[in-house]
């Protein structure tokens, strides 16, 4: 299949190059870049040389419809509605890695983006594409709205739980840690090394975009309206996000139940690693992969269950699910160019 990508030299963009330029069903035909257009891919990012030397285009969207089978964005939301309707008129398809296509009401999109755009929101074939929970819908979706980092992280941990109902909906609590690179690459004062280098530090404390995105799927999981307390963390790392769950139980269960409740949820899910109980998960052991590994622990004291999930932010949390999504969208086994080892140290 012809794919192309939409701001390219992005990290969210150059990882999905990373992985699709040994991918053995595409080929890159399409590149654009607002920054380095008329330049060579691997003049900007020397490590790609000989892997990809495609030169960056300017944003001609209609060239990248009409030459592609499927379009990667990671492009304001604002371009990609714009994209989204040349997609559906050509009959292609569209994965956004960006926040237009991740929400059932727009007014909701509207209200924690800004947007001034007045579009019919409703008519775009899109689904959510958190892959182990909507596969099959995302196998026959022309839109795939990519989740965030956060909430793959999130969402991922608490939807057994949530689903056997096996804890309350009232006051979750989430602590979310993320590396530099969830930032994106544009530069920004406070993510000079200088600035954080031997620094941790919360942001967006109470009013993080993706409040309303775990939410709205947390909610559609158990069936009645779920509320987060949530607070992100930048931590002085590259790449990676630890995400710290903790939440009431409704009754008794023990620590090795939680564990086959995770164990038979996921039992069918390739990148989802469920640790025995007591064993921790941490953001090394999934760095450059697009695993997810979740473990537990539970404090007695307070009848709190503590789940604990690890993502890389730049795989699973952004271009190695959309490349997830792509597998399933044309009919390929889910790990397809995606089994690649952690790296480690």
């Known amino acids: 299949m012809n794919v192309g990508i939409l701001g390219a030299t992005g990290y969210t963009g150059i990882e999905l190059i990373r992985i699709l330029s040994k991918h053995p069903n595409a080929k890159i035909t399409y590149l654009s870049s607002k920054h380095f257009e008329s330049q060579l891919i691997s003049e900007v990012y020397p490590g790609l040389d000989g892997y990809c030397d495609l030169i960056l285009e300017g944003d001609d969207f209609k060239k990248a419809v009409a030459t592609c089978d499927i379009i990667f964005s990671t492009l304001p939301h604002e371009l990609t509605f714009e994209i989204g309707k040349m997609v559906v008129d050509a009959g292609k398809r569209l994965i956004d890695l960006g926040s237009a296509f991740r929400f059932d009401d727009f007014n909701v999109f509207k209200n924690w983006y800004g947007s001034n755009d007045d579009i019919e929101y409703d008519k775009f074939n899109k689904v959510y594409g958190l892959t182990e929970l909507n596969r099959e819908k995302i196998k026959n979706a022309q839109i795939v709205g990519n989740p965030g980092c956060y909430p793959t992280s999130v969402i991922l941990a608490l939807a057994p739980v949530l689903k056997n109902r096996v804890v309350t909906d009232k006051n979750i609590i989430i602590d979310s840690k993320s590396g530099v690179s969830g930032a994106g690459h544009e530069p920004k004062f406070s993510n000079l090394y200088s600035e954080c280098n031997e620094n941790t530090k919360p942001y967006?404390?109470?009013?993080?975009?993706?409040?309303?995105?775990?939410?709205?799927?947390?909610?559609?999981?158990?069936?009645?309206?779920?509320?987060?307390?949530?607070?992100?963390h930048l931590v002085?790392?590259?790449?990676?996000?630890?995400?710290?769950?903790?939440?009431?139980?409704?009754?008794?269960?023990?620590?090795?139940?939680?564990?086959?409740?995770?164990?038979?949820?996921?039992?069918?899910?390739?990148?989802?690693?469920?640790?025995?109980?007591?064993?921790?998960?941490?953001?090394?052991?999934?760095?450059?992969?697009?695993?997810?590994?979740?473990?537990?622990?539970?404090?007695?004291?307070?009848?709190?269950?503590?789940?604990?999930?690890?993502?890389d932010n730049l795989m699973k949390g952004a271009s190695g699910q959309a490349v997830q999504?792509?597998?399933?969208?044309?009919?390929?086994?889910?790990n397809k160019g995606l089994d690649i080892i952690r790296i480690f140290p």
């Open 236 to 311: 002085p790392m590259t790449r990676g996000i630890l995400s710290t769950i903790y939440c009431n139980l409704k009754s008794d269960i023990t620590l090795k139940e939680v564990y086959d409740l995770y164990q038979e949820f996921y039992k069918n899910d390739y990148f989802i690693k469920i640790l025995k109980p007591r064993k921790y998960p941490s953001t090394k052991s999934v760095a450059g992969s697009n695993f997810c590994q979740i473990g537990f622990e539970m404090d007695e004291h307070t009848n709190t269950l503590i789940i604990m999930s690890v993502i």
């Open 325 to 334: 999504n792509m597998n399933l969208m044309f009919g390929l086994p889910e």
């Open 204 to 232: 967006n404390v109470a009013k993080h975009r993706h409040i309303p995105e775990i939410e709205q799927e947390l909610s559609k999981i158990m069936q009645e309206e779920v509320k987060i307390v949530f607070t992100p």
